[in-house]
Structures are given as structure tokens and as C-alpha cells.
């Protein structure tokens, strides 16, 4: 099973500046088959990025997504009021495995 | 509307059974991958199983193996999961999710409480 390390567990940050959010492999993700989802309390998670760093349809590009191998990003580039949530990477190239999750809250 | 609307869940004691529902719309449903996907309360996301577009091959978590059945009615546009022997770890929000690969839409999910 693949494992996902996401980090750091919580960050904060004030509207308008730059988040990343790191997501890292316990082994290679074949295919970079890598996705992003945004979780606000609530609400079912909301797709961001997938094939690590493809927006998904309706997605701001303010959220960008890269990285390979086994060492992935997520960049906000400016953040929004409403980007404030939990966000998960997940893998999809050998079954399917999510990461524990980074909060992006308000300083 | 592209949806998925998910029925079922409830509080049930430990060992019992639960059958949870999810009805699509919207699209083609049986040109899908289907899966289930849970959250325990305050935690992560954790996959739970998943099944082909004609319903020929399925695959699940270790955790749930032997205990869990996922299935599908391409007629209905309805995809199922039967939980068997639920333990109270199964205490979660469950979601039916559309799969293209990752995950590209998800219903609002269904609480199933696992409690004596």
C-alpha cells in the first residue's frame, strides 16, 4: 500500500498571501496519478487537481499542482476566503490511498 | 443535474447489518467505475471499495474484506453497499463517488453510527 505524508498538519496563513501544501509518497505514484480535494466542514470534498497537476473542471487558477515521482504540491497563489479548508492528496495508481489531510486556516 | 444522492445509513448496534444506497443521475451511469468512500467523524478520508462499469470485478480495503459488498443495478442507475458484522469502527459518513481515474463526483454522503 502506498502511503501518503502530507505536511505540514496545519497552516496559517492571512488572505492574499501563497500556500504550499506538500504531499509526499511512500513509494513511486505510477503515472503521477495524484489528486487534490478541498473539504470545507460539511460538504463532501470538491475535486482540485488530478494526474498531479491537471485542474479539474471549474477549478480558479489560483491552484496549481506539480511535482513526479513521489514528492508532490499543491500552491495557492493567492488565498481567497473561501480557500480556507482541509485539503487531501490521494493516489490512484496502485488501489487508492489518501493522505491524512493539511487545514489551511485564518492567522 | 449531474448527482449522486446517498440513502441508508442510520444507527445500528454492533454485528448488525446496514444496506446503503446511492442513486445517480445525470449521466451515464453504467459507463462508470463506482466506489464507496468514508470519513470517521473528525477524521480523514479513507477508500472503501469500488466496482467495474458492468459490475464484474470489484475490490475493497483490507478492513472490510469479507464483511463489506459493494454492487451495482446499471438498470436503476443505483449503486449499493451491504455492510455485514459492523464493528463500531465502522462509525463513519459514507460517499458514493464517481470515478474517472481520481475522483470526480461525490454525493453528500450518509452517516451510519455503529453503537450499542
Known amino acids: 500500500e502506498i502511503v501518503l505524508t502530507q505536511s505540514p498538519g496545519t497552516l496559517s496563513l492571512s488572505p492574499g498571501e501563497r500556500a504550499t501544501l506538500s504531499c509526499r509518497a511512500s513509494?513511486?505514484?505510477?503515472?503521477?496519478?495524484l489528486a487534490w480535494y478541498q473539504q470545507k466542514p460539511g460538504q463532501a470534498p470538491r475535486p482540485l487537481i488530478y494526474?498531479?497537476?491537471s485542474r479539474a473542471t471549474g477549478i480558479p487558477d489560483r491552484f496549481s499542482g506539480s511535482g513526479s515521482g513521489t514528492d508532490f504540491t499543491l500552491t495557492i497563489s493567492r488565498l481567497e476566503p473561501e480557500d480556507f479548508a482541509v485539503y487531501y492528496c490521494?493516489?490512484?495508481?496502485?488501489?487508492?490511498?489518501f493522505g491524512q489531510g493539511t487545514k489551511v486556516e485564518i492567522k | 443535474e449531474v448527482q449522486l444522492v446517498e440513502s441508508g445509513g442510520g444507527l445500528v448496534q454492533p454485528g448488525g447489518s446496514l444496506r446503503l444506497s446511492c442513486a445517480a443521475s445525470?449521466?451515464?451511469?453504467?459507463?462508470?467505475?463506482m466506489d464507496w468512500v468514508r470519513q470517521a467523524p473528525g477524521k480523514g478520508l479513507e477508500w472503501v471499495a469500488n466496482?467495474?462499469?458492468?459490475?464484474?470485478?470489484?475490490n475493497y480495503v483490507d478492513s472490510v474484506k469479507g464483511r463489506f459488498t459493494i454492487s451495482r443495478d446499471n438498470a436503476r442507475n443505483s449503486l449499493y453497499l451491504q455492510m455485514n458484522s459492523l464493528r463500531v469502527e465502522d462509525t463513519a459518513v459514507y460517499y458514493c463517488?464517481?470515478?474517472?481515474?481520481?475522483?470526480?463526483?461525490w454525493g453528500r454522503g450518509t452517516l451510519v453510527t455503529v453503537s450499542s
Open positions: 463517488v464517481r470515478e474517472t481515474w481520481y475522483f470526480d463526483l
Open positions: 445525470g449521466y451515464s451511469f453504467a459507463s462508470r467505475w
Open positions: 466496482i467495474k462499469e458492468d459490475g464484474s470485478k470489484t
Open positions: 513509494q513511486s505514484v505510477s503515472n503521477n496519478y
Open positions: 494526474g498531479a497537476s
Open positions: 490521494q493516489q490512484y495508481g496502485s488501489s487508492k490511498t
